[in-house]
């Protein structure tokens, strides 16, 4: 009898902590009426997007439900309101491309912008390159933004508004893979790729 006791305490005891563990190694989803830190990390990319425009306040309501179906409709997600792994994976990616075209392309024209969100969507879906725009973002020595350190600064609402455009079928690099400024480009190799045209300082390539 006290054997099947103990036993019986070490299964109940083994299931608490699975339990306990289970949300370190999975990530919940967050949905209407959820509140809580993990709440307003949402919120505060939302924010920082245009999409929800209120304050970040830890609690999931209708507001927040709303700007996250608009987020998941503008990036080809089901658009259910509910920020699960692939929305918030979605999140980082975008901001990963708006931090980019932030640090290469401020103070070009909103078109010159969304031209470099196209080429790296251009690259995303190329199979040439990686298919994942951080994958694509970071690779070596392919955008000087990250490697000055540039890609850490805060994108602006018009770096992000120029990767929505891009996603949403604007391209005006015209299916261009690379580009680089002609002034200050040390690569020998990138001279070498057919020119299409420049916007701005940017010179757009195949």
């Known amino acids: 009898m006290l054997k099947s006791l103990l036993t019986l305490i070490a299964a109940l005891c ?23 830190e993990a709440v307003v990390e949402l919120q505060q990319k ?10 970040a306040t830890g609690y999931y309501g209708p507001l927040t439900n709303e700007a996250v179906q608009n987020f998941q409709r503008d990036f080809n997600l089901a658009a259910d309101g509910v920020a699960g792994p692939a929305t918030m994976h979605k999140l980082n990616e975008v901001e990963a491309a708006a931090r980019t075209v932030h640090g290469e392309a401020r103070g070009e024209s909103f078109e010159g912008q969304v031209a470099v969100a196209g080429v790296i969507k251009n690259r995303v879906n190329s199979s040439e390159f990686p298919s994942a725009i951080s994958e694509v973002v970071h690779q070596q020595r392919q955008f000087t933004a990250v490697d000055d350190g540039q890609y850490y600064l805060q994108p602006d609402a018009s770096s992000y508004q120029a990767v ?42 195949d």
Not at 22 to 35: G, I, N, V, Y
Not at 46 to 55: A, V
Not at 164 to 181: I, V
């Open 164 to 205: 929505k455009e891009a996603w949403q079928g604007w391209d005006p690099s015209q299916g261009a893979l690379y580009y680089y400024n002609a002034a200050t480009a040390t690569s020998e190799w990138i001279f070498t790729r057919p020119v299409k045209f420049s916007i701005g300082k940017h010179t757009f390539a």
């Open 46 to 55: 939302l924010i920082k997007m245009d999409y929800l425009h209120s304050e």
């Open 14 to 36: 083994t299931a608490v902590i699975l339990t306990a563990a289970q949300p370190q190694s999975a990530e919940a989803a967050l949905q209407q009426e959820d509140r809580g």
